[in-house]
């Protein structure tokens, strides 16, 4: 049974350690998300209406990573463990939205270590900086602009603008668990993986981060991601820089515009 709930300013929804057994979709509302480090609760993300949380503990059945606090009033989806098993089969709607929420974090979370493997050891004895601004930043204008006739015809509307991050972009799949904000149509040879970038915004910067594309990106000259390049993220010139999606030969190459 999916119960709807709703949290007041203030209120924790679930705390850092304790056994949960639910998930949560936001209908209406926002939350953060803090972790306890040193003693102190270090913010790790805020999250929003169509989004989930809460589902890692209640896949695994291990304690809650994290500590979620309603931010103002929200309403949200409550899902049951069992639920969640009996959708997968009755109603897997549900189900398969929040087994992409799940695995789009496993890959952020694979991106992050590898971020901290390349960094030097005193960064594992600072808390984590979030990737994504809080609210109240100024606006940016991001828009990407298709540079060959294919990379024109892969956006809605050349230029198309960016205006939620983090910002998805894979390849247009039929597969259920692919999650993209934008689905780029490819054919073989294929340049784009069905998961392959990440737009982010960071302390009034705007960056790439690799999703675990096969060929990686070009930003600006920089190899991102695939066998060779960094995870990211990499971060374009105040203005903005061009993005190219796959090798050096691909025909997907955009320019990035920052205003």
Do not use: W
Not at 14 to 37: C, F, H, L, P, W
């Amino acid at each position: 049974m999916i119960t709807l709930r709703q949290f007041e300013p203030g209120e924790v929804i679930i705390k850092e350690n304790d056994m949960g057994e639910t998930a949560y979709v936001i209908e209406r509302g926002r939350v953060e998300v803090t972790k306890q480090s040193g003693g102190e609760a270090v913010h790790i993300d805020y999250v929003t209406a169509g989004e989930t949380f809460g589902e890692m503990s209640m896949i695994d059945d291990k304690p809650r990573s994290a500590t979620v606090t309603a931010l103002e009033e929200t309403i949200a989806r409550e899902i049951h463990r069992d639920t969640f098993f009996e959708n997968l089969q009755s109603d897997p709607e549900i189900a398969i939205s929040i087994l992409k929420v799940l695995f789009e974090r496993l890959r952020e979370s694979h991106v992050k270590i590898l971020q901290l493997q390349q960094d030097t050891p005193e960064a594992f004895n600072h808390p984590p900086k979030a990737l994504h601004d809080a609210p109240g930043q100024p606006e940016l204008t991001v828009s990407m602009e298709g540079l060959t006739p294919l990379a024109s015809q892969s956006l809605p509307e050349n230029p198309f603008h960016i205006k939620e991050f983090p910002f998805l972009i894979g390849r247009k799949s039929r597969d259920p668990l692919s999650y993209n904000d934008l689905k780029i149509p490819d054919s073989v040879p294929l340049q784009i993986s069905r998961h392959h970038i990440e737009f982010i915004r960071n302390e009034g910067r705007i960056g790439v981060s690799d999703r675990g594309s096969y060929l990686g990106s070009m930003v600006d000259g920089r190899l991102l991601g695939g066998e060779d390049g960094t995870p990211g993220p990499l971060f374009f010139e105040r203005s903005g820089g061009t993005l190219i999606l796959g090798n050096d030969k691909s025909p997907f190459r955009y320019k990035i515009r920052i205003a």
